[in-house]
C-alpha cells in the first residue's frame, strides 16, 4: 500500500502552506548557524530529504559539493528550479530515504524541516539513522532538526487554521496515539469552494529518545539544543535539534 508522504497530491496541494517564501528567505540564516553550530570545516554535504531545496542551494552557493536527496518527484523538480535560476551546480538523487546509502562520502549530512519518523514501521527511522551514519566519513557530523515532544505536548491544540492571501485555507486537526508516540493528522485545504482532505501520521520523539536511537547506531558526541542558536533544549525549546559525530 501506498504510505502516505508517497501521494505526490498531498505535495502539490498543500505547498504554499508548507513551503512559504518566509522559508527561503531565512534558508541563509539558518545555515550559517548550523556551520557555526557544528564548527563545520569539511567540504561534501548530503541534503537528506532536501525538499525544494531551500537549504540545498545556499550550502551550494557557499561554494560546498552537495548531493540533495529525496523521494518525491514533484518536490525535487521546485528544487532543481531554484538551483538553476542561482545558477548552481547539485547532485540530485531521487530516493527514499530508506534506501539511500553511500559510505564514507559526506562530512556533514542534514536532515531538516522534521523530515524524519514518517514511516509506519518505527525500525524503519532506526534504518535512516544507520544509512546516515555509513554514509558519513569519519569524524562527520549529523544534524537532524525535528519538533520534539517535549514542545508539542506544551503547544498541542487539537485544531488550528491559517489563511493565505488568496483566499485559501488550511484546517489542521490533531491526534496523539499510540502511547503518546506517534501523532495523527487531517489537514483540510478549502480552495475555490471545495475542501480536500489529507490524512498523515508520523512518530513523534522526545530529546532522550532521539539522542538514544542516535548512541545506538554508533553515534558519539550526540548534543541537543533548544534552537540553532545552540540554546539548551529546555523549556522555552522552538525546535528539537540534535548534531551527532560518526566517531
Same mark, same amino acid.
Given at each position: 500500500? =501506498?504510505?502516505?508522504? =508517497? @501521494? ?21 540564516? =539558518?545555515?550559517?548557524?548550523?556551520? $557555526? ?15 525544494? +531545496? ?9 561554494? !560546498? ?13 521546485? $528544487? ?6 542561482? +545558477?548552481?551546480?547539485?547532485?540530485? &538523487?531521487?530516493?527514499?530515504?530508506? @534506501? ?5 562520502? !559526506?562530512?556533514?549530512?542534514? @536532515? ?72 495523527? @493528522? ?22 532522550? =529518545? ?11 558526541? &550526540? ?10 533544549? +529546555?523549556?522555552? $525549546? ?10
Amino acid at each position: 500500500m =501506498e504510505e502516505w508522504f =508517497e @501521494n505526490e497530491r498531498f505535495w502539490v496541494d498543500l505547498y504554499p502552506f508548507l513551503f512559504p517564501e518566509k522559508g527561503f528567505q531565512t534558508a541563509v540564516e =539558518e545555515i550559517e548557524k548550523i556551520i $557555526a553550530l557544528t564548527g563545520f570545516k569539511g567540504k561534501r554535504v548530503l541534503d537528506l530529504c532536501c525538499g525544494p +531545496g531551500r537549504h540545498t542551494v545556499v550550502l551550494a552557493k557557499k561554494g !560546498y559539493t552537495v548531493t540533495a536527496v529525496d523521494g518525491t518527484p514533484f518536490l525535487l523538480k521546485k $528544487a532543481q528550479e531554484l538551483a538553476q535560476a542561482e +545558477g548552481v551546480s547539485v547532485e540530485w &538523487v531521487l530516493e527514499d530515504m530508506r @534506501n539511500f546509502i553511500r559510505p564514507d562520502s !559526506y562530512d556533514l549530512v542534514v @536532515n531538516l524541516f522534521t523530515s524524519f519518523g514518517y514511516f509506519d514501521e518505527k525500525q524503519e527511522d532506526i534504518k535512516v539513522l544507520r544509512n546516515v551514519y555509513a554514509s558519513l566519513k569519519s569524524g562527520g557530523i549529523f544534524v537532524l532538526e525535528l519538533m520534539g515532544k517535549e514542545i508539542l505536548a506544551r503547544i498541542y491544540g487539537p485544531t488550528s487554521a491559517e489563511q493565505l492571501p488568496d483566499g485559501s485555507r488550511l484546517v489542521q486537526c490533531h491526534e496523539i496515539f499510540d502511547e503518546w508516540t506517534r501523532i495523527r @493528522n487531517e489537514w483540510i485545504l478549502i480552495k475555490d469552494g471545495k475542501a480536500t482532505s489529507f490524512k498523515f501520521h508520523h512518530t513523534i520523539y522526545s530529546g532522550q =529518545e532521539l539522542k538514544d536511537r542516535l548512541l545506538g547506531v554508533g553515534f558519539s558526541k &550526540v548534543k541537543l539544543f533548544g534552537n540553532l542558536d545552540g540554546e539548551e533544549y +529546555g523549556l522555552p $525549546a522552538q525546535r528539537l535539534i540534535a548534531t551527532a559525530v560518526k566517531a
